[in-house]
């Protein structure tokens, strides 16, 4: 009998060491790791649209200034865009030499300085500001070739 109490003290004292070292409960888990990447697509800028009006009297040598009101649009449909430089210059379409009238040339016209306001502009947004344009008077050349002329001014916005 005393072969049987050792062996029950010892099945005992293992069950009771296992239940003490394993909290009471079995547990199971797994490990796991994860991540994820995306991508999108930025949407481009779309080009400024300009217009303009002009008031003045009509230019002559050394005579009146017109001054040109002018809007710069951000015709995106969302976003914003920065207008930081607006060059105003007499020329042709898409900036080129203006050589439609004879004895009249860029050389007879002298462009202000653009006046507006350097900013972002929301979608479908505008900015105002105005330019001068005046004919110079050029000592010793005949300017008659721009009477009547039509005068074409190019905007260009950045």
């Known amino acids: 009998m005393s072969k049987v109490a050792g062996r029950k ?4 004292g293992t069950t009771a060491a296992l239940v003490a070292i394993s909290g009471g409960a079995a547990f199971a888990y797994w490990t796991a790791t994860g991540s994820h990447d995306t991508t999108t697509t930025a949407g481009t800028s779309k080009n400024f649209t300009i ?9 002559s040598p050394n005579g009146p200034v017109q001054t040109f009101t002018f809007t ?9 865009q920065k207008l930081t ?6 020329a042709g379409t898409n900036g080129s030499a203006w050589t439609e009238v004879s004895g009249c040339s860029a050389l007879d ?3 202000g300085t653009p006046s507006f306001t350097a900013t972002e502009i929301p979608a479908n947004g505008t900015v105002t500001g105005t330019v ?3 004919m110079v008077d050029r000592p010793g050349v005949n300017q008659d070739g ?6 074409p001014l190019h905007f260009a916005a950045s």
Do not use: E, H, W, Y
């Open 109 to 111: 016209f002298a462009v």
């Open 132 to 134: 001068t344009l005046q």
């Open 9 to 12: 003290k010892r099945i005992i």
């Open 51 to 59: 217009t303009s009006t002009v008031a003045g009297d009509p230019l």
């Open 72 to 80: 710069v649009k951000n015709p995106a449909d969302a976003g914003v």
């Open 85 to 90: 430089n607006l060059v105003v210059t007499v």
């Open 146 to 151: 721009c009477k009547d002329a039509t005068v």
